[in-house]
């Protein structure tokens, strides 16, 4: 059985800030206005990137969906720019040209899906509309001016001395610290022809996209009927696995959630850890060819020595009444405020557990009880078996909605995949791959018999 993760942003042009349709503003900087970027391009900015072929549009219709070199590299500049990639260094060369084609399949879905919202009347704003846009935006540019804050300080002189927590900056200070942020970011974002305007514009458009999606999707439902017949073939997977390979059912962690096998317990555990250069020393002996076991063992046990005292008065405390947690935050080599209070999922025939851990815990005959100093390659152990482990209604519960919530996310995913798709074939989008960078998909290419051209269009420059 299939278990997907929805990616509806995926289908949504302008997800985040990188998308929309940018008024980049280039500065031509050769004879043959070819925009200032490295010799891997061969495209000018007025050169049309991507067009349409449908007879049944008209030259202004068909205007529209034009998208420049100039559209395409700007927004795509910025965004191999935020991801710290070189799109000249061999090293990123299949990234470089995955963004090139994310960015012009983002701008070309952001066409046809602000058509559409035309179409619907879904592109007028109401005033509660622009105050929900210019919120996002203003947090999006917050966020953008945050993130020049050590930059801004060094420009201005100030030291971490003279903002640092403890030390509270004045008003004045922070309004200027705040006002180079912002001169900052605008001179970073020039750098691609970009401006905070056309942050709003791409802030705007996502607005209006969510609009189009929300519509097709106002008649997807998941029922109840569904998320049951996902769990129980779920639950089937998951005996199946097991009955063929303990690992392979734990390698799973779905199956986790719908069905556990019986005799799985939940531990706690201390761990009195060796120094990592013996545990690493201990291991490596193990694996050699013709090891000698015994003396390996007999190793262990010297290095063990040396921490058994700390694991004596960690089980003594443990076993004479004292909080179980307690001696964990105390004494556990493994111990994590993350993880506090959290117990161990041990499933029946694990083999992803010391053997002798394994033996120590099923010799445990009731929740609660604690075993005795148990010597590892890593260390002494102390195993508190806790309770068998088995799924509350509770947790099977939640576990539904989240299956209910990611079939409805993979629902809209393909509605809204399926919609552009057809969109996209009603005007018949192509591009030019070769300006662009990136080859052809596989599929387009087997699909289509013709050389791969460009339109009147771009042809044109």
Same mark, same amino acid.
């Given at each position: 059985?299939?278990?997907?993760?929805?990616?509806?942003?995926?289908?949504?042009a302008c997800a985040?800030?990188f998308?929309?349709?940018?008024?980049?503003?280039f500065?031509?900087?050769?004879e043959?206005?070819?925009?200032?970027v490295?010799?891997?391009?061969t495209?000018?900015?007025?050169?049309?990137v991507a067009?349409v072929?449908?007879?049944?549009?008209?030259a202004e219709?068909?205007?529209y969906?034009?998208?420049?070199?100039?559209?395409?590299?700007a927004e795509?500049?910025?965004?191999?720019a935020?991801?710290?990639?070189d799109e000249?260094?061999?090293?990123?060369?299949?990234y470089a040209k995955?963004y090139?084609?994310?960015?012009?399949d983002?701008?070309?879905n952001?066409?046809?899906?602000?058509k559409?919202a035309e179409?619907?009347g879904?592109?007028k704003l109401?005033e509660?509309d622009?105050?929900?846009? =210019?919120?996002a935006?203003q947090e999006n540019?917050d966020?953008?001016?945050?993130?020049?804050e050590?930059?801004?300080?060094e420009a201005?002189?100030?030291?971490?001395?003279?903002t640092s927590?403890?030390?509270?900056?004045?008003d004045?200070?922070?309004?200027?610290?705040?006002?180079?942020?912002k001169?900052l970011f605008?001179?970073?974002?020039?750098g691609?022809?970009?401006?905070?305007?056309?942050?709003?514009?791409?802030?705007?458009?996502?607005f209006?996209?969510?609009?189009?999606? =929300?519509?097709?999707y106002?008649?997807i439902?998941?029922?109840d009927?569904?998320v049951?017949?996902?769990?129980?073939?779920l639950?089937?997977e998951?005996?199946?696995a097991y009955?063929?390979?303990?690992?392979?059912?734990?390698?799973d962690s779905?199956?986790?959630k719908v069905?556990?096998p019986?005799?799985?317990?939940n531990?706690?555990?201390?761990?009195?850890?060796?120094?990592?250069?013996?545990a690493?020393?201990l291991?490596?002996?193990?694996?050699?060819?013709?090891?000698?076991i015994?003396?390996?063992?007999?190793?262990?046990?010297e290095k063990?020595?040396?921490i058994?005292?700390k694991a004596?008065a960690?089980?003594k405390k443990a076993t004479e009444g004292?909080?179980f947690?307690?001696?964990i935050?105390?004494y556990?080599? =493994?111990y994590s405020?993350a993880?506090?209070?959290?117990?161990?999922?041990?499933?029946?025939?694990?083999t992803?557990?010391?053997?002798t851990?394994y033996?120590e815990l099923y010799?445990?005959?009731?929740?609660?009880d604690?075993?005795g100093?148990?010597?590892?390659?890593r260390?002494?152990?102390?195993?508190q078996y806790?309770?068998?482990a088995v799924?509350?209604?509770?947790e099977?519960a939640?576990?539904?909605a989240?299956v209910k919530e990611?079939?409805?996310?993979n629902?809209?995913?393909?509605t809204?995949?399926?919609a552009?798709?057809?969109?996209?074939?009603?005007?018949?989008?192509e591009?030019d791959?070769t300006?662009?960078?990136f080859e052809k998909?596989?599929?387009e290419?087997?699909?289509?018999d013709s050389?791969e051209?460009?339109s009147?269009?771009s042809?044109a420059?």
């Open positions: 059985m299939k278990k997907t993760t929805a990616s509806v942003a995926a289908v949504l985040m800030m998308t929309g349709c940018s008024d980049s503003l500065e031509s900087s050769s043959d206005n070819t925009t200032s490295q010799s891997i391009w495209a000018k900015d007025e050169d049309i067009w072929t449908s007879d049944s549009l008209s219709e068909k205007e969906y034009d998208i420049t070199f100039k559209d395409f590299y795509y500049a910025f965004t191999i935020n991801y710290g990639l000249t260094s061999s090293d990123y060369e299949q995955y090139r084609k994310n960015i012009i983002m701008l070309s952001e066409k046809l899906i602000l559409k179409e619907l879904l592109d109401t509660d622009m105050k929900e846009i =210019d919120k935006y540019l966020g953008w001016y945050e993130t020049f050590t930059k801004a300080k201005l002189g100030m030291t971490d001395d003279t927590s403890e030390t509270e900056i004045s004045d200070d922070k309004a200027k610290l705040l006002e180079k942020e001169e605008k001179d970073y974002i020039s691609f022809g970009l401006t905070e305007e056309v942050f709003l514009k791409w802030q705007t458009n996502t209006i996209q969510k609009k189009v999606l =929300d519509y097709i106002k008649d439902v998941i029922t009927e569904q049951d017949e996902y769990v129980t073939k639950v089937d998951a005996k199946e009955k063929k390979n303990v690992s392979s059912y734990e390698s779905e199956y986790q069905w556990l019986e005799g799985s317990r531990i706690k555990y201390i761990c009195i850890k060796l120094d990592p250069s013996d690493a020393e291991s490596a002996a193990r694996n050699e060819s013709g090891a000698d015994e003396s390996i063992n007999k190793q262990r046990d063990l020595a040396e058994k005292s004596e960690a089980l004292t909080d947690d307690a001696v935050k105390e556990s080599s =493994d405020e993880t506090e209070g959290e117990t161990t999922l041990i499933i029946n025939g694990t992803a557990m010391y053997d851990l033996e010799k445990l005959e009731k929740p609660g604690i075993s100093l148990i010597p590892t390659d260390g002494y152990y102390i195993l806790t309770s068998d799924l509350t209604d509770k099977i939640e576990y539904k989240e990611t079939l409805t996310a629902e809209q995913e393909e809204a995949n399926s552009i798709e057809q969109w996209r074939n009603d005007v018949g989008y591009y791959y300006k662009l960078n998909p596989e599929e290419t087997s699909s289509d050389s051209g460009t009147d269009a042809s420059s």
